[in-house]
């Protein structure tokens, strides 16, 4: 009786251990990446897109209207190697060990690795997150907030927005994507 007891609470106690580690959520992650030393964040509401023309279909307009906002988070390399390596190894878990996140694609832009992931239904997409990282550049993760959002419509969408450069401050850019 007294192994059944002592091995009874060993397990009880490795799986209490496991239940405590503690896993980052890329909400968690966004949040507290803004207070961080170093970082790049911007939040980017839907108001700040526009369509190119009238002429834009439809569906395209209601593709747009499911978008509820856009945030971006980056880490240049250049601000310090070592918090570099742990921002991306941050992102790769939590996008590894995560079963809401499902791989859309994978592709290597010059010296610098990007990786697409959305959550939802392939036909109703809820998320949509680019994640890319490369030692020149730097870190960084977009992530496109939604609501019932068709992937075939959110690249047409891409193809007519234009950027109104008033409301933007590009300048916040430079750190990311200046070498």
């Not at 251990?17 to 959520?25: E, L, T, V, Y």
């Not at 108001?47 to 023309?53: A, E, G």
């Not at 496109?144 to 690249?155: A, S, Y």
């Amino acid at each position: 009786m007294k192994k059944y007891t002592k091995g009874s609470l060993l397990l009880l106690l490795v799986l209490l251990g496991f239940s405590c580690q503690k896993k980052i959520s890329l909400q968690q992650y966004l949040v507290e990446s803004q207070e961080k030393n170093g970082f790049v964040t911007i939040d980017i509401p839907t108001s700040f897109l526009q369509l190119k023309s009238e002429d834009v279909p439809d569906q395209v307009k209601a593709t747009l209207k499911s978008i509820h906002k856009i945030n971006i988070v980056a880490f240049p390399a250049k601000e310090n190697q070592e918090v570099f390596e742990v921002e991306k190894q941050t992102l790769k878990s939590i996008f590894a060990e995560n079963e809401k996140y499902k791989s859309l694609m994978s592709m290597k832009v010059k010296d610098m690795n990007m990786h697409f992931y959305y959550s939802g239904k392939t036909s109703s997409i809820d998320e949509v997150i680019a994640f890319g990282y490369g030692n020149e550049i730097g870190v960084g993760v977009a992530r496109l907030l939604g609501e019932n959002m068709n992937p075939t419509n959110i690249i047409a969408m891409i193809n007519n927005l234009k950027i109104d450069s008033n409301s933007l401050n590009l300048k916040q850019f430079n750190a990311v994507f200046s070498k």
